[in-house]
Each structure stands twice: as structure tokens, then as C-alpha cells.
């Protein structure tokens, strides 16, 4: 259905609250409207969509590339945007998952795939790069028959869509150079060497015309080397030594290089200790001034145009917002905004001619919708809903929170409240994040929130120290503590909802993924006493096996600055005091466990660990294992399946009524 931008007005949703400044006072919930409690939502509709997700508009605007999921699995498809019929159907490698996909060009996609593997004995993760062709329809490996485990670092793809820049290494044993890689029917025909390997480097850099022109030498003791050229052709000479005394202060996120300059922009810590986007010379390792800031917040990432100019940077309050510097996006978002009230709106592709784009609108207690946005004719016409047969009027909004921890720091969080009941004495579920570290929860639609507050419980997701966003020192905060403050700071979030009234001391449950599943079993294993049960899906069990699995995958990004953060600065700690299998004796409460046997983030192994600590030590837990999935859900059907699971598995041991 066409809709033209005075018409999508109609399409209204509950009005945005006005983001929550990082000096608010704690939010206390008025009592709620006396209303009768909504109808039961089917699990069904929060969990069957349309099967389409991740949607990315070529640059000719002629292709709508997406994910796609159906009983055979998830494939990559293309649609053709004049027809509307499906051009390409990619079948994915099995026992595989997609890691990313992009366009090269208008013509070919890059796209990432990962798997598990065994490394020297343990468990490991290689990644892979393919291109598809969309007119000869051939899909050729992009890489070396022999590599290092990580083979889809792409610094550079041509926007014509002919060649790209891949870092990879020659053998396991080698330090990464860069190759060109022709995206041809055979791409390993024409490769050529372009940056030869060089000495401790395991981060390259290249310019905005393909150029490499910095690296980055991650050296033992935590030190750092940084070598730079100014045009191609130059030596590399060092600019930057950096310690691991002033590796926080000194490092940066490059944004770009641009061709024949050594001017460009990063993101880095202004004068108030917030990530902003700054002015950087890297011929003298010199920071410029703020380009851009928001007072408050981290910038998260920011884009510039082919001349190196800003085009738009990217912040989270409580929700996602952009800051446009292109007058024509930043007109086109007020009209979009105006035409779409009430939801907040997104272009999430478009084309190079800015002649088409695909435009998201929703809100936390509403999945949104995709429209395709057609420029010349002003229209925009519904593309993709994301749960067709949710009920909105059943659902409700989170609403931002704060509460301070028993070390005097405030923490950030969302509260939803079930309808039809007074927000006094509820049974509550904390539902932390995964990462942990760099992400963050934020004011966005949650199905599984959705579903446990339309069963009575009130959910309560903090943003515990760590989380990304809050700024460098709040960050910092996170540096060895997990299972010690950051787990305190999820106590303490339970703590709170008691001392205003809302949750019942007894009926409090912990629920997570990733690492929000490892911080529901650390739960229920270190304070029994205020926790009734955990619900656990693709949580790590075994810090040290866990983070050997990561140091196989994120050598090149530095895995001992990774370990350090983790473990902390006393080497007399040890992970097995936190990790719930050696701990699994403590175990007193009921714990539903889940994995995805396909997952490369955290490895099947972390889930088979405590299965099988728990049956030696007596200690009875329920497990599902969902084949074919990995750190996540790819088919309908099995969500369904873990979301009945979980309904059933709170009502036995924390029900609502």
C-alpha cells in the first residue's frame, strides 16, 4: 500500500518520552490507571514475523538484499524494487552463521559466514569471506586456500564493486598482510599482495581510495605501536608508542582516512571525558577540536562523505538519535518525522542518489514497520512488518529509571509494568543485557519483555556498570567485575524495585542471553536467598574456557587487553570463583538452561559444561538445546518454543498470580 507523507500520519503510535538526562532523579511510577487487565498475547504473535529481517537497499536503488527465514532455515535473498518479485534466493553453508553481509557495488555482495572449530585442542571460531555475483549467480570464496582463522576483515571495498581489501594471515603462525582480492568468478586468480606482513601488527587501516596507510602493533606488557604513511608508496614509521598506562587516553576510532591528507576524524574522548568526534592529524598524532559533541553521552558513530566531511553522528540516550549535517536528510527526517508522528523513524539504507531509501518507524511497545521511500514520488509504500499479527493496543511502554548502587554510582535502567495491575508487591524478572561491556539496553521493543509484562510481571532491565554510552569512566567501572560489582549492580536494581514498592522480595527471578544468561545462573549460584529461579540462553558457565575461545577469534584485536578487562588487575583472582560450572555445588535453585548447538559466540561447549557438572553434583536443571540455531534465533518456531518454555518454566517456580 502507497502511502503519501501527509497520509502516513494516520499510521500513529504512542508519543516518544523526552530522553532521561544522566543527573535525573530515580523515576518513581505513578500508580497505574485502574483499567482491566489486557488479553492474553498469543506467543505466537511476538514471535512469528514475516520471516524478513536485516534489509539493505543497493546503490542503484534497484535491489533489496535481506535475510530471510522459512522452515529450510535463513538464506539471503534479493528482491527487484520495480517488480517487487524475488530475483536471488543464497542458500547459506550449513552449520554455519551469518556473521554480515553488504553490497559491493550495485551488482555483488560480500558476505561473512562463521563456524565452529578446533583449534590446538580447543574450541575456536573461523570466519569466512564469499562474494555473490547477482548475474552470474556464482558465490566464489574470497581468501587463500590456507589462512588464519580470521578471513573477513575487509578494510576496503570498492564502490564499484571490483576488487576488495582483505587482512588475512598466510598461515596461523603469521602476522596478517593485506590482500586484493578481484571479485571475479576466481577471485584468488588475480590476488595481489599490498602490504606485506609486518611485525606485531594485527590491525590495518586503509584510506578512503584503498590505500593502506596505518597499523597497529599490539606488542606484549599491553604496549601498543602505531606506524603511519602519508601517501601510498612511503615507509611506515612510527607515530605512537602507547603503554597500558596511557593506552585509555591516547588510542582512537579511526572514522576515515582521507586520500591525500593526513587530516581526517576519529571518535575520542573530548574535554569532558565523553566520546566525541574530533579533528585528527596522523602524520603528528595530533588531536584536533570537537566537531562534534553531546553533552552527557557518548557519540557512537558517526559517518562522513567521500570528501571527509561529516554527513551524520549517532548517540543513545534512552533511545538511538542522529544528528544530521546534510541540510537535504536532515529536511527529509523532519518531514518523515511530521508524516509518521509519534514513532520514531529511521532511514536504514538508501541509495547513493538519495532516489530511494528504506524507512523504519516504531517504538518500544510497537515492532515498526519498513516502508520504501520513493524520493521523486514523495510516497513511501509498507514493505516489511515486523510481527503482523501483534496486537499493539495489548502492549505497553518501558519506562527509563534510575537507582544508585551501594557504592554510590547511578545506574540507568528500563521498568515495565504489567496492565491492569497496581505497580505495588509484583513478581519481578531483571533481564540483563548481553556483552557485557560496550553495549547497552535502551528505550526499544522487546518481545520477550513483552510477554512476560502481559503475564503479570513487572521487567526490569539495567545498564549495569560497563555498559556502553555513559562515558569513559562509567565504562572503566566494569574492569574486572563480572560476577562482583556488575552482578551487584543487578542486586542492587532488585533492592530498588523493593524499596519503592513494586516487586515482591519473593517472587524475584533473574533472565538472560549471552551474558545476560551467565548473569541469571551467577545469580541464583551466589545469592539464593533472593532469587527463585534463572533462565539461561547461551550463557558462559566457564570464564577461563570462554575466554581462551576468544583469544583463538580476537588476537588481532588485542586478546590480552580483552583477558585483562575481564579478569581484573589482581593476579590473584580466579574466574573459577565466578563461573557457575566449578561453583555449580552452590546451586540451590530451579535454572532453565538453552543453547543454540550451531552458536560461535559462546561455544555449545559452555552449555554441555554445566549440563554435565550439574547432573555429576546431583543438581537437577532443565535444558533445551535448539539445533541448527546459533547465538540467537533464526527460525520462528523455535522462539516460540523457548518463549512457551520460559512462560512455563516462571509460572511453576515464580508465578505471577
Same mark, same amino acid.
Given at each position: 500500500?502507497?502511502?503519501?507523507?501527509?497520509?502516513?500520519?494516520?499510521?500513529?503510535?504512542?508519543?516518544?518520552?523526552?530522553?532521561?538526562?544522566?543527573?535525573?532523579?530515580?523515576?518513581?511510577?505513578?500508580?497505574?490507571?485502574?483499567?482491566?487487565?489486557?488479553?492474553?498475547?498469543?506467543?505466537?504473535?511476538?514471535?512469528?514475523?514475516?520471516?524478513?529481517?536485516?534489509?539493505?537497499?543497493?546503490?542503484?536503488?534497484?535491489?533489496? +538484499?535481506?535475510?530471510?527465514?522459512?522452515?529450510?532455515?535463513?538464506?539471503?535473498?534479493?528482491?527487484?524494487?520495480?517488480?517487487?518479485?524475488?530475483?536471488?534466493?543464497?542458500?547459506?553453508?550449513?552449520?554455519?552463521?551469518?556473521?554480515?553481509?553488504?553490497?559491493?557495488?550495485? &551488482?555483488?555482495?560480500?558476505?561473512?559466514?562463521?563456524?565452529?572449530?578446533?583449534?590446538?585442542?580447543?574450541?575456536?571460531?573461523?570466519?569466512?569471506?564469499?562474494?555473490?555475483?547477482?548475474?552470474?549467480?556464482?558465490?566464489?570464496?574470497?581468501?587463500?586456500?590456507?589462512?588464519?582463522?580470521?578471513?573477513?576483515?575487509?578494510?576496503?571495498?570498492?564502490?564499484?564493486?571490483?576488487?576488495?581489501?582483505?587482512?588475512?594471515?598466510?598461515?596461523?603462525?603469521?602476522?596478517?598482510?593485506?590482500?586484493?582480492?578481484?571479485?571475479?568468478?576466481?577471485?584468488?586468480?588475480?590476488?595481489?599482495?599490498?602490504?606485506?606482513?609486518?611485525?606485531?601488527? /594485527?590491525?590495518?587501516?586503509?584510506?578512503?581510495?584503498?590505500?593502506?596507510?596505518? &597499523?597497529?602493533?599490539?606488542?606484549?606488557?599491553?604496549?601498543?605501536?602505531?606506524?603511519?604513511?602519508?601517501?601510498?608508496?612511503?615507509?611506515?614509521?612510527?607515530?605512537?608508542?602507547?603503554?597500558?598506562?596511557?593506552?585509555?587516553?591516547?588510542?582512537?576510532?579511526?572514522?576515515?582516512?582521507?586520500?591525500?591528507?593526513?587530516?581526517?576524524?576519529?571518535?575520542?574522548?573530548?574535554?569532558?571525558?565523553?566520546?566525541?568526534?574530533?579533528?585528527?592529524?596522523?602524520?603528528?598524532?595530533?588531536?584536533?577540536?570537537?566537531?562534534?559533541?553531546?553533552? &552527557?553521552?557518548?557519540?557512537?558513530?558517526?559517518?562522513?562523505?567521500?570528501?571527509?566531511?561529516?554527513?551524520?553522528?549517532?548517540?543513545?540516550?534512552?533511545?538511538?538519535?542522529?544528528?544530521?549535517?546534510?541540510?537535504?536528510?536532515?529536511?527529509?527526517?523532519?518531514?518523515?518525522?511530521?508524516?509518521?508522528?509519534?514513532?520514531?523513524? /529511521?532511514?536504514?539504507?538508501?541509495?547513493?542518489?538519495?532516489?530511494?531509501?528504506?524507512?523504519?518507524? &516504531?517504538?518500544?511497545?510497537?515492532?515498526?514497520?519498513?516502508?520504501?521511500?520513493?524520493?521523486?514520488?514523495?510516497?513511501?509504500?509498507?514493505?516489511?512488518?515486523?510481527?503482523?499479527?501483534?496486537?499493539?493496543?495489548?502492549?505497553?511502554?518501558?519506562?527509563?529509571?534510575?537507582?544508585?548502587?551501594?557504592?554510590?554510582?547511578?545506574?540507568?535502567?528500563?521498568?515495565?509494568?504489567?496492565?491492569?495491575?497496581?505497580?505495588?508487591?509484583?513478581?519481578?524478572?531483571?533481564?540483563?543485557?548481553?556483552?557485557?561491556?560496550?553495549?547497552?539496553?535502551?528505550?526499544?521493543?522487546?518481545?520477550?519483555?513483552?510477554?512476560?509484562?502481559?503475564?503479570?510481571?513487572?521487567?526490569?532491565?539495567?545498564?549495569?556498570?560497563?555498559?556502553?554510552?555513559?562515558?569513559?569512566?562509567?565504562?572503566?567501572?566494569?574492569?574486572?567485575?563480572?560476577?562482583?560489582?556488575?552482578?551487584?549492580?543487578?542486586?542492587?536494581?532488585?533492592?530498588?524495585?523493593?524499596?519503592?514498592?513494586?516487586?515482591?522480595?519473593?517472587?524475584?527471578?533473574? +533472565?538472560?542471553?549471552?551474558?545476560?544468561?551467565?548473569? +541469571?545462573? /551467577? +545469580?541464583?549460584?551466589?545469592?539464593?536467598?533472593?532469587?527463585?529461579?534463572?533462565?539461561?540462553?547461551?550463557?558462559?558457565?566457564?570464564?577461563?574456557?570462554?575466554?581462551?575461545?576468544?583469544?583463538?577469534?580476537?588476537?588481532?584485536?588485542?586478546?590480552?587487553?580483552?583477558?585483562?578487562?575481564?579478569?581484573?588487575?589482581?593476579?590473584?583472582?580466579?574466574?573459577?570463583?565466578?563461573?557457575?560450572?566449578?561453583?555449580?555445588?552452590?546451586?540451590?535453585?530451579?535454572?532453565?538452561?538453552?543453547?543454540?548447538?550451531?552458536?560461535?559466540?559462546?561455544?555449545?561447549?559452555?552449555?554441555?559444561?554445566?549440563?554435565?557438572?550439574?547432573?555429576?553434583?546431583?543438581?537437577?536443571?532443565?535444558?533445551?538445546?535448539?539445533?541448527?540455531?546459533?547465538?540467537?534465533?533464526?527460525?520462528?518456531?523455535?522462539?516460540?518454543? /523457548?518463549?512457551?518454555?520460559?512462560?512455563?518454566?516462571?509460572?511453576?517456580?515464580?508465578?505471577?498470580?
Amino acid at each position: 500500500m502507497a502511502l503519501s507523507l501527509v497520509a502516513a500520519a494516520a499510521v500513529g503510535m504512542v508519543q516518544p518520552a523526552l530522553a532521561q538526562s544522566p543527573a535525573a532523579a530515580p523515576v518513581v511510577p505513578a500508580p497505574a490507571q485502574a483499567e482491566a487487565r489486557p488479553a492474553t498475547i498469543p506467543v505466537a504473535a511476538l514471535t512469528k514475523s514475516t520471516g524478513i529481517s536485516d534489509l539493505k537497499l543497493s546503490p542503484d536503488g534497484k535491489w533489496i +538484499a535481506f535475510r530471510s527465514t522459512s522452515k529450510d532455515g535463513l538464506v539471503l535473498a534479493v528482491l527487484d524494487v520495480d517488480t517487487r518479485q524475488l530475483a536471488h534466493k543464497i542458500n547459506l553453508p550449513k552449520k554455519s552463521e551469518l556473521e554480515w553481509y553488504r553490497w559491493a557495488g550495485s &551488482g555483488k555482495l560480500l558476505i561473512s559466514f562463521s563456524a565452529e572449530t578446533v583449534f590446538f585442542g580447543e574450541d575456536a571460531r573461523i570466519s569466512r569471506l564469499f562474494h555473490y555475483d547477482l548475474a552470474t549467480r556464482a558465490m566464489p570464496f574470497v581468501g587463500k586456500p590456507e589462512m588464519g582463522l580470521d578471513g573477513d576483515d575487509v578494510l576496503y571495498v570498492d564502490p564499484a564493486g571490483e576488487f576488495v581489501l582483505l587482512a588475512m594471515q598466510r598461515t596461523i603462525y603469521d602476522y596478517p598482510s593485506v590482500w586484493r582480492f578481484q571479485l571475479s568468478d576466481k577471485p584468488e586468480r588475480g590476488a595481489s599482495e599490498v602490504q606485506r606482513a609486518t611485525q606485531g601488527i /594485527w590491525e590495518w587501516y586503509a584510506d578512503d581510495a584503498g590505500a593502506v596507510r596505518m &597499523g597497529m602493533a599490539f606488542l606484549s606488557g599491553g604496549k601498543v605501536r602505531v606506524l603511519y604513511r602519508s601517501k601510498p608508496g612511503d615507509p611506515l614509521r612510527e607515530i605512537a608508542k602507547i603503554t597500558e598506562d596511557n593506552f585509555d587516553d591516547t588510542i582512537w576510532d579511526v572514522l576515515r582516512i582521507t586520500q591525500g591528507s593526513d587530516e581526517g576524524l576519529v571518535l575520542k574522548p573530548g574535554p569532558d571525558g565523553w566520546m566525541a568526534v574530533r579533528k585528527f592529524n596522523y602524520a603528528t598524532r595530533e588531536v584536533g577540536e570537537v566537531v562534534f559533541s553531546v553533552p &552527557g553521552w557518548d557519540v557512537d558513530e558517526a559517518t562522513v562523505d567521500d570528501k571527509g566531511q561529516l554527513i551524520a553522528a549517532f548517540h543513545t540516550d534512552d533511545r538511538d538519535r542522529v544528528t544530521w549535517f546534510d541540510p537535504k536528510m536532515k529536511a527529509l527526517y523532519a518531514r518523515l518525522g511530521k508524516a509518521l508522528a509519534g514513532q520514531q523513524v /529511521w532511514v536504514t539504507s538508501r541509495a547513493k542518489d538519495d532516489s530511494r531509501m528504506l524507512v523504519w518507524a &516504531g517504538s518500544e511497545s510497537n515492532p515498526g514497520q519498513t516502508f520504501l521511500y520513493d524520493a521523486a514520488k514523495r510516497t513511501m509504500d509498507g514493505f516489511d512488518t515486523a510481527l503482523p499479527d501483534l496486537d499493539a493496543a495489548l502492549t505497553v511502554a518501558p519506562k527509563p529509571v534510575s537507582y544508585t548502587t551501594r557504592d554510590k554510582h547511578t545506574i540507568f535502567a528500563y521498568l515495565t509494568l504489567p496492565r491492569g495491575r497496581q505497580p505495588k508487591g509484583l513478581p519481578l524478572i531483571i533481564m540483563p543485557h548481553g556483552g557485557p561491556y560496550g553495549v547497552r539496553d535502551k528505550l526499544e521493543f522487546d518481545s520477550l519483555v513483552q510477554l512476560l509484562a502481559n503475564r503479570g510481571y513487572a521487567v526490569l532491565q539495567p545498564n549495569y556498570r560497563g555498559s556502553g554510552g555513559y562515558g569513559k569512566a562509567f565504562s572503566e567501572l566494569g574492569a574486572g567485575q563480572i560476577g562482583r560489582a556488575m552482578q551487584d549492580d543487578l542486586d542492587d536494581a532488585m533492592d530498588w524495585a523493593v524499596a519503592q514498592g513494586i516487586a515482591d522480595p519473593k517472587r524475584v527471578c533473574m +533472565a538472560g542471553a549471552s551474558y545476560g544468561g551467565y548473569a +541469571a545462573l /551467577w +545469580a541464583v549460584i551466589r545469592n539464593p536467598e533472593r532469587y527463585r529461579c534463572a533462565v539461561s540462553f547461551a550463557g558462559v558457565t566457564d570464564w577461563k574456557r570462554q575466554l581462551k575461545y576468544d583469544a583463538n577469534f580476537f588476537t588481532r584485536k588485542g586478546a590480552k587487553k580483552w583477558m585483562a578487562r575481564v579478569q581484573g588487575e589482581d593476579p590473584n583472582f580466579s574466574l573459577d570463583l565466578v563461573s557457575p560450572v566449578p561453583q555449580i555445588a552452590r546451586l540451590t535453585r530451579p535454572v532453565l538452561l538453552s543453547h543454540g548447538d550451531e552458536d560461535t559466540n559462546v561455544p555449545f561447549k559452555q552449555f554441555t559444561l554445566l549440563r554435565d557438572a550439574a547432573a555429576k553434583a546431583g543438581k537437577p536443571i532443565e535444558t533445551m538445546v535448539f539445533a541448527g540455531e546459533g547465538h540467537g534465533f533464526d527460525k520462528d518456531e523455535n522462539q516460540a518454543r /523457548w518463549y512457551a518454555a520460559i512462560e512455563a518454566f516462571l509460572a511453576k517456580h515464580n508465578p505471577a498470580d
